[in-house]
């Protein structure tokens, strides 16, 4: 067993999108995951998680945000391919988010590992000016994993 917590954070620099009447001049989203994870082999762990994302749109004088919480299932496979690194790829679903992760890891200390990967995150059904607003964000990260 172990517990997980991950961090995004996405903004928009020059926004021009056309939307509901409105020309919103840039976009963020953040979202937080706590996730409980079970190994089920040396190679495969599952895990159920929450989570909490926030999005928002500004314009002119104005912005809209909205937070919502959510749940979601997924499955991690992992197996290393060196010494001191590991590959690994994750997949969730749920009510709120799909996810998508493909990564490498690499063993700096007894139980500390850097990560490199690309993520792929969609974040579902914001409610902006009345209309379902998804968001996506995808790209390389870099992070510290701690496993006790």
Same mark, same amino acid.
């Given at each position: 067993?172990?517990?997980?917590? +991950?961090?995004?954070?996405? /903004? ?14 840039? %976009?963020?989203?953040? *979202? =937080? ?6 190994? #089920? ?14 999005? +928002? ?12 919480? *959510?749940? =979601?299932?997924?499955? #991690?496979?992992?197996? /290393?391919? %060196?010494?001191?690194?590991? %590959?690994?790829?994750? %997949?969730?679903? *749920? ?9 490498? *890891? ?11 990967? !690309?993520?792929?995150?969609?974040? /579902? ?11 996506? #964000? ?7 994993? !701690?496993?006790?």
């Amino acid at each position: 067993m172990a517990v997980q917590y +991950k961090y995004s954070d996405s /903004k928009t620099k020059d926004y021009n999108y056309y939307f509901s009447g409105y020309n919103a001049k840039s %976009a963020e989203v953040t *979202g =937080h995951e706590f996730n409980v994870l079970y190994q #089920i082999n040396p190679n495969v762990s599952a895990f159920v998680g929450y989570t909490r994302s926030t999005g +928002k749109i500004n314009w002119s004088g104005y912005s809209e945000e909205q937070s919502k919480s *959510g749940y =979601h299932v997924g499955v #991690i496979g992992q197996t /290393k391919i %060196a010494d001191a690194v590991t %590959a690994w790829a994750s %997949a969730s679903a *749920g009510n709120r988010l799909t996810s998508y992760e493909i990564g490498l *890891g690499y063993d700096v200390a007894m139980n500390t590992e850097l990560n490199l990967f !690309y993520r792929y995150l969609k974040y /579902k059904d914001f409610d902006v000016l009345g209309e379902d607003v998804d968001a996506t #964000i995808k790209g390389l990260g870099a992070g510290v994993t !701690y496993k006790f």
